[in-house]
């Protein structure tokens, strides 16, 4: 039986209870939350977009993909678009799902990764609570800088070692 903990600011808590196969039931906390897109950007140069964007509660700068949460009721790639526009000043001529997933079973929010080709300049404002730097990095060099972070934003490293794998998989 799942009982609600919490629900607020776009969060709710529940505790879950599930079956295994053998009949043991096994109970957690779960969370529900909204849904993420995360861009990476290639520029005409082959060139990474990367952020370097001031996060409060940590009080200090972390660098990271342009990443913004899905509204109720959108579409992923309209977020997309949305974010890139919002954080970087650039629109996607070309926007491609490239993968989705979950981080982990006990968060309940989906990850979209994009491919964002043939960018433009069309921005949009960006929100004021944000406060960001843009650079174009060569992929190896964006690697390096997201793993050497104080701290690492997972997905974005993550999503940049898949695109990596993958790219050189492609050559």
């Given at each position: 039986?799942?009982?609600?903990?919490?629900?607020?600011?776009?969060?709710?808590?529940?505790?879950?209870?599930?079956?295994?196969?053998?009949?043991?039931?096994?109970?957690?906390?779960?969370?529900?939350?909204?849904?993420?897109?995360?861009?990476?950007?290639?520029?005409?140069?082959?060139?990474?977009?990367?952020?370097?964007?001031?996060?409060?509660?940590?009080?200090?700068?972390?660098?990271?993909?342009?990443?913004?949460?899905?509204?109720?009721?959108?579409?992923?790639?309209v977020t997309a678009q949305r974010v890139l526009r919002e954080e970087t000043g650039f629109e996607?001529?070309?926007?491609?799902?490239?993968?989705?997933?979950?981080?982990?079973?006990?968060?309940?929010?989906?990850?979209?990764?994009?491919?964002?080709?043939?960018?433009?300049?069309?921005?949009?404002?960006?929100?004021?609570?944000?406060?960001?730097?843009?650079?174009?990095?060569?992929?190896?060099?964006?690697?390096?800088?997201?793993?050497?972070?104080?701290?690492?934003?997972?997905?974005?490293?993550y999503a940049l070692m898949r695109f990596e794998r993958s790219r050189n998989a492609d050559h």
């Open positions: 039986m799942d009982q609600e903990l919490f629900s607020g600011d776009g969060w709710t808590i529940t505790r879950e209870e599930a079956v295994l196969p053998n009949g043991v039931v096994a109970r957690a906390a779960r969370a529900r939350t909204f849904d993420t897109a995360y861009l990476i950007g290639v520029n005409g140069d082959r060139k990474i977009l990367l952020l370097r964007e001031y996060r409060p509660f940590f009080a200090k700068y972390i660098w990271k993909l342009p990443t913004g949460k899905i509204k109720a009721g959108e579409d992923p790639d996607a001529g070309l926007l491609t799902l490239l993968w989705s997933g979950q981080g982990t079973e006990r968060l309940r929010a989906i990850d979209y990764f994009f491919l964002a080709e043939q960018l433009e300049a069309s921005p949009l404002p960006p929100d004021e609570d944000e406060l960001m730097e843009i650079h174009f990095l060569p992929i190896e060099q964006a690697v390096d800088t997201l793993l050497r972070s104080d701290i690492v934003h997972t997905p974005s490293a």
